[in-house]
Structures are given as C-alpha cells and as structure tokens.
C-alpha cells in the first residue's frame, strides 16, 4: 500500500489496452507487464463542443463516415466565405479608391458635426455629435462653477464659442434664459452669473430689435420683479426662488456696468430702485426666511447703496434702519434672527465695517490728522526734559538749543564726529601705550 503512495503525481495511471490497438508490450509469464509509454486518460470535451448523442455507440464505418461529412462541409462553409470575403474586399476598395479622406489629416469630423470641447474634462476632450445651446451652456456654466477661479481665463473663450452659435433671436432668448435660471438654481452662483451676464453684454455680437443681452436680461428679470409682493407670502419653495432672484439681483447691481458715451462706466441705476423695492417687500412680511434674505441682501450691497442714496441725497438707508428697528421691537422673529438683525444694524453704524484711509501726507496738518505728530523727533532740554513738535513751548525750546550750536560745533568736527588732539593732551607714555595697543589689534586682525 506504501508503494502506491511512494510515486510522483499522475504516476502508474494506465489502462489495459485491447489486444488490437496497435501499440507495443512485453509479454512475460503471460501478463502485460509494461508498455512503450504509458496512454493518460483523455481529456475532457470543450464546453462549446456539441453534446454526444444518446448512443454514443458508433461502429467504426459510420466513424469514417462522419468524418467525411464532417470535411466536406467544412470545405463547402470555407468556399462560402473565401466568396464572400472576395466581394466585401471589392466593395472595400471602391470605396477607399472613391473616397476623399487624407491619412495625414488631424482628426477626423463627420459632415455636419460640429466640434466642442467640454470644459468639464481635465484632458481637453473634444465630444463630436449634435450638441444643442442648452448643453454647451449647461457644460459651461457647470465648469464655472465647479472652477470660479479659471472664469478670466476661460470667459474669452466661452463668450467665442457662444458667438458662433447665438445668431437669432430665438437663441439670445434661450441663452438668456439659460443663464437666468442656472444662475438662480445653482447655489453660491450668482456671483459668478452676475459677472458672466456683464461679459456677455459687452462682448456678445447678436443684437436682434427686441434688444441685445443685457436689455433682454433685465426684461428677464423684471418678470421676477413684478411678483415680488405675491411671492414674499407664497409657500416655501416660491420664497426660496424669490430669494435666489433677489440675491442675484444684487451681485447684478455690483457687477453689471452701462458703459456711457464718455466717463467711467456706471452701475444699472434701475437695479437701485429695483433693490429698495424688494427690500420693502421683504419687511412687509417679516417672517425668519425673508428677514434672512434682506440681511444677506444688506451685508452684500448695503455699503454701495448707502454711498449711492447719499450722493442722490435720499434718506432710503435710514428709512430700512428704522424699519429694521421696528421688526425687533414688534415682530415674533426667533432669536437667531433676531441677532443677525441687530448685528447688521451694528455693522451700518460702523460704516459697514470700513475704514478710512488717513489723509495723504502732503495733505496732512495738525487739525485733521491725530497723527501728525507721530514721526516727529524727541528732543532735550539741558536739564534732560522731553520735549517734541507738539509741545506747545516748542519753538522757543528749539531755539535754545540752536543758541548753543557754537558749543556742539567746538567739541564735533564738521563730519560730526568728535575730535581729540592728541598731539597736545596725550603724554608720552600713553601715546607709546596706545600706539602698541594699535599694532597689537592690527595684527589680530591678520592673523
């Protein structure tokens, strides 16, 4: 029993052999003793072989039979495709000899295919197929606002592509819907829409007579405008969209320039009226979600429209302030809001939290700069009191210490360092002294 352990794997694996098979053995004492190499079982059947059939029994006729049938319709499918094979490679070459391709050409572009690269990708993949303005848009501004900080490099070439699809009024439209609702849908958005919509309306070249982008944006937004009363009692998801309108309206205002014949361009004075309206609107119904909206509306616009209100000199700043005043002595808002609205009522009466810049030197004096003073030397007097500019005994002071510039002028030379003769005060043994002290150092610092 060892020994049948004691073999290497697969060893001793045999079969008795039909006296028939044709293979070679060595008879000895009447047994079969061993055989010119020992035949493995065979292997198993491929699994995409067709299945045996039930009588796997076959004589060998019908073997040899089989097999020719088997040839003789591997020949005939062979002959099929040679055939078929021949008249594709034919229709190959009259098309390849027909056609008017190059092989050094780029890349290849189907006929009425327009090419765009998408924004989104990293590797600058360029997508062949029929894209529509509301994908190309949708790609974009999801760039945008997925990269803000890649807009200045990336508007010039939005706004290029843009003006090769935007030629009908039909498509401003569309884009300026486009932009509208993405940039009041998308959170944190608007900033970058607002100065996208400016871009855009300085540099897009379609200007149809129903108006160009920007006037076709502000109508766009005057639409929102006129439901403001409806909406600031509406449900909460038509608050939400008129805060989202009003947000982006502001960074509008802050962004948007009407450039002028001549001067500096100037902010949509229409916005301006537009913002105290809403804001009107939102107090008159204050409850926490419009009353969050206006402070985010205030600490975002509030110091340009104050510095606005004040230069046309109306008192609308101070209207707010007191109606804000008025909420949180009478209205049920909760606490938190309550907070933030005082907050905002601190930030106006410090400026909005800015600071002015001192005055210029050049235009700086005693009166109307506290600061005057401040570079201003420290002198003196002979019995060790301090004295500076400010002080009001300055001058006289001062002009007792010009009294003695002959003293100064006889101890310091005219460099202003002081002087010893010392040919007349040293002695002879302090001059050798300090002659060899002078050596010494010399020659330390040499070595």
Not at 272 to 287: G, R, Y
Not at 322 to 350: F, G, N, W, Y
Not at 396 to 416: A, P, T, V
């Amino acid at each position: 029993m060892n020994q049948n352990f004691d073999r290497a794997p697969g060893a001793g694996r045999t079969r008795n052999l039909p006296a028939d098979s044709g293979v070679m053995s060595t008879a000895g004492d009447g047994d079969t003793k061993t055989t010119l190499f020992n035949q493995r079982e065979p292997l198993r059947q491929p699994r995409t072989s067709p299945p045996f059939a039930e009588n796997n029994i076959s004589t060998a006729n019908d073997m040899v039979g089989g097999e020719c049938k088997r040839q003789s319709k591997t020949q005939q499918s062979t002959n099929t495709n040679s055939m078929s094979a021949s008249k594709e490679c034919n229709e190959v070459d009259s098309v390849v000899k027909s056609s008017k391709l190059s092989a050094s050409a780029p890349e290849f572009v189907p006929s009425g295919i327009i090419p765009y690269e998408d924004p989104n990708c990293d590797d600058s993949e360029i997508y062949y197929g029929e894209p529509t303005l509301a994908d190309m848009v949708t790609d974009f501004l999801g760039h945008l606002s997925s990269s803000p900080g890649s807009f200045e490099s990336d508007v010039e070439y939005i706004t290029g592509i843009l003006n090769s699809w935007v030629t009908t009024e039909e498509l401003l439209q569309e884009l300026v819907e486009l932009i509208y609702t993405q940039s009041t849908a998308i959170p944190n958005f608007s900033y970058t829409g607002a100065r996208l919509c400016n871009y855009l309306s300085q540099h897009l070249a379609v200007s149809p007579p129903s108006g160009n982008f920007r006037q076709l944006l502000l109508k766009r937004c005057r639409t929102e405008y006129e439901q403001r009363d409806v909406a600031v009692r509406g449900d909460a998801d038509t608050q939400k969209k008129f805060h989202s309108f009003v947000l982006f309206l502001g960074e509008l205002y802050l962004h948007l320039e009407v450039k002028s014949g001549k001067g500096q361009p100037n902010r949509a004075e229409i916005l301006l009226i537009a913002l105290k309206e809403l804001m009107t609107s939102l107090f008159s119904n204050p409850v926490d979600a419009n009353l969050i909206c206006a402070v985010k509306l205030l600490k975002l616009t509030g110091s340009v429209l104050d510095d606005a209100w004040k230069e046309n000199e109306q008192p609308h700043m101070e209207e707010l302030i007191h109606r804000i005043e008025t909420i949180l002595l009478d209205a049920a808002c909760s606490r938190d809001v309550r907070q933030m609205l005082l907050k905002l009522v601190e930030l106006r009466s410090s400026d909005w939290g800015r600071v002015r810049a001192a005055p210029a030197a050049s235009n700086a004096t005693p009166d109307n700069d506290p600061n005057y003073f401040m570079n201003e030397p420290t002198f003196y007097t002979e019995d060790g009191t301090p004295f500076t500019a400010a002080d009001p005994e300055y001058a006289e002071k001062y002009q007792e210490i010009m009294d003695r510039q002959d003293y100064f002028h006889d101890i310091y030379g005219e460099n202003g360092n002081e002087e010893y003769d010392f040919d007349d005060e040293m002695e002879p043994e302090i001059e050798e002294a300090f002659e060899n002290f002078c050596l010494e150092s010399e020659r330390k610092r040499q070595q």
